[in-house]
């Protein structure tokens, strides 16, 4: 990636924050962010990854508050067991847990879900939510993949194939489990180069970010074409937060940050704020086998158009696949 595409990607992304920063403070001066109706959800379970801190906890707080059993997948065992041991107190839930899953790595996923299979537990919402943001220098996981596609994307998409089963399972007609991963406004600014997914090529700590998220939503619909040609009881959605005020700006140019120190309380949402998209599509009755749509607040909104594009989302799936060493549901082979 040359300097000057690089340098187009940040501010691309930076203009698209903005836009979403605008918006909010408007509707924060018109009355403030919807709450999501949800009825109490006893004896349903939820996974959420990256439970640990900022709008994931948020969003595992309000699904044990409904009284859903709460899985927090993360990869900081002490932050892990200190979100549990606080969620258990606010919430009096008891059946709040933390259990290990680095996204960076394969073979952690891969143990978490044969650990979380072992207990024959169903599994009604996944929330697809961890992720790092703009990381300076091109980083790897364990696998080699570059750490935003690997992190935000591939981990997500491999662990959501290893829980399909399960997931499968534990819907029915009527009750839907749930799959929602979570993106961002980024996604309309980004760019999938599908023959450069790793950012081997240059890298760019804003175009890579963008990327993952573009890929989260092509991921979404083509897993819902998926569901629904094989009339799955599970529902795929998509939830953009907003601009939430979290540690995932740690890596964010010194301007925004001081923006989000003296300013944030106002310019943007609270991480519980931020997490009413993520609980409204995981559990709202309104949404009932409304997969394949994108979240943002409490309502639907568009993607960007190159995100309906059946092609490019097949070519995606495709490549993650291989690149995941998982089988294609849609063909049960795994892609040369
Ligand atoms: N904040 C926003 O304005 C905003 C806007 C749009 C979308 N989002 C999206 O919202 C999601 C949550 O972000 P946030 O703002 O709540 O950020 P955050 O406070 O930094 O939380 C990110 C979470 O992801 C976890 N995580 C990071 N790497 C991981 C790994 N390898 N394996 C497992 N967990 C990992 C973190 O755990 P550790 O810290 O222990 O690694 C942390 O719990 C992200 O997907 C983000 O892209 C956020």
Same mark, same amino acid.
Request: glycine letters at 8%; a positive charge.
């Given at each position: 990636?040359?300097?000057?595409?690089?340098?187009? %990607?940040?501010? =691309?992304?930076y203009?698209?924050?903005?836009?979403?920063?605008?918006? +909010?403070?408007?509707?924060?001066? $018109?009355?403030g962010?919807?709450?999501? /109706?949800?009825?109490?959800?006893?004896?349903?379970?939820?996974?959420?990854?990256?439970?640990?801190?900022?709008?994931?906890?948020?969003?595992?707080?309000r699904? #044990? $508050?409904?009284?859903?059993?709460?899985?927090?997948?993360?990869?900081?065992? !002490?932050?892990? *067991?200190?979100?549990? =041991?606080?969620?258990? %107190?606010?919430?009096?839930?008891?059946?709040?847990?933390?259990?290990?899953?680095?996204?960076?790595?394969?073979?952690?996923?891969?143990?978490?879900?044969l650990?979380?299979?072992?207990?024959?537990?169903?599994?009604?919402?996944?929330?697809?939510?961890?992720?790092?943001?703009? /990381?300076p220098?091109?980083?790897?996981?364990?696998?080699? &993949?570059? +750490?935003?596609?690997?992190?935000?994307?591939?981990? *997500?998409?491999?662990?959501?194939?290893?829980?399909?089963?399960?997931?499968?399972?534990?819907? =029915?007609?009527?009750? *839907?489990?749930?799959?929602?991963?979570?993106?961002?406004?980024t *996604?309309?600014?980004?760019?999938?180069?599908? @023959?450069?997914?790793?950012?081997?090529?240059?890298y760019?700590?804003h175009a890579?970010y963008? +990327?993952?998220?573009?890929a989260?939503?092509? &991921?979404?619909?083509?897993?819902?074409? $998926?569901? @629904?040609a094989?009339?799955?009881?599970?529902?795929?959605?998509?939830?953009d937060?907003?601009?939430?005020? !979290?540690?995932?700006?740690r890596? /964010?140019f010194?301007?925004?940050?001081l923006?989000?120190?003296?300013?944030?309380?106002?310019? &943007?949402?609270?991480?519980?704020?931020?997490a =009413?998209?993520?609980? &409204?599509?995981a559990?709202?009755?309104e949404?009932?086998? #409304?997969?394949?749509?994108?979240?943002?607040?409490?309502?639907? %909104?568009?993607?960007?158009?190159?995100?309906?594009?059946?092609?490019?989302?097949?070519?995606l799936?495709? +490549?993650?696949?291989?690149?995941?060493?998982?089988?294609?549901p849609a063909?049960?082979?795994?892609?040369?």
């Amino acid at each position: 990636m040359s300097p000057w595409s690089a340098a187009r %990607a940040a501010l =691309r992304v930076y203009a698209a924050g903005a836009a979403v920063i605008l918006a +909010q403070l408007l509707r924060r001066l $018109l009355g403030g962010f919807a709450e999501p /109706v949800c009825a109490r959800q006893p004896g349903r379970v939820a996974i959420v990854t990256g439970g640990t801190e900022g709008i994931g906890l948020a969003t595992c707080r309000r699904l #044990a $508050l409904l009284g859903m059993r709460v899985i927090i997948a993360g990869n900081d065992v !002490t932050k892990g *067991h200190q979100a549990e =041991r606080s969620l258990r %107190a606010e919430t009096g839930n008891p059946e709040v847990e933390f259990s290990y899953c680095d996204l960076a790595s394969m073979r952690s996923i891969r143990e978490f879900v044969l650990k979380f299979k072992e207990r024959n537990l169903p599994v009604h919402v996944l929330v697809n939510n961890a992720g790092v943001m703009m /990381v300076p220098e091109r980083q790897e996981t364990a696998d080699g &993949f570059e +750490q935003h596609f690997g992190v935000n994307y591939l981990g *997500h998409f491999l662990l959501t194939l290893l829980l399909l089963d399960t997931l499968e399972r534990s819907g =029915r007609p009527g009750a *839907h489990a749930r799959v929602v991963s979570v993106s961002s406004a980024t *996604h309309y600014v980004g760019e999938l180069a599908l @023959d450069d997914l790793q950012s081997r090529n240059g890298y760019s700590p804003h175009a890579a970010y963008a +990327q993952s998220k573009l890929a989260l939503v092509l &991921f979404t619909y083509h897993l819902q074409a $998926l569901l @629904d040609a094989r009339g799955s009881p599970v529902s795929a959605l998509v939830a953009d937060p907003g601009v939430v005020d !979290t540690a995932l700006y740690r890596h /964010v140019f010194w301007g925004t940050r001081l923006v989000q120190k003296l300013l944030g309380r106002w310019l &943007f949402k609270t991480p519980d704020e931020g997490a =009413r998209t993520s609980v &409204f599509a995981a559990l709202a009755p309104e949404l009932e086998g #409304a997969g394949g749509r994108y979240l943002y607040g409490v309502r639907e %909104a568009r993607s960007l158009a190159l995100t309906y594009d059946r092609q490019l989302q097949r070519a995606l799936w495709a +490549q993650s696949c291989r690149l995941a060493r998982v089988r294609d549901p849609a063909t049960d082979s795994i892609p040369e």
